[in-house]
């Protein structure tokens, strides 16, 4: 669990580069999901929320695209 909330939190980090707030919402969503479900003990439910924390993590890495403004007509 631990090793997943460091990685969700590395990719926000390389995701939203420079965007403090896109971190930030990030930073805050990512903690608050895994502290409403800290004293969750039922195992199969604890692999559901695992799977959906891995899942969330490879959306992000294969589908936020970050774009700077170059010009006025440019991104």
Not at 12 to 28: G, I, M, Y
């Amino acid at each position: 669990v631990l090793r997943l909330f460091k990685s969700l939190h590395r990719t926000r980090q390389e995701v939203f580069k420079n965007d403090t707030r896109a971190l930030e919402a990030a930073r805050q969503k990512i903690n608050e999901e895994f502290k409403n479900h800290q004293d969750e003990k039922s195992e199969e439910k604890i692999n559901e929320l695992l799977k959906i924390a891995s899942d969330v993590e490879v959306i992000l890495r294969t589908s936020v695209i970050q774009a700077v403004h170059t010009d006025s007509n440019k991104i």
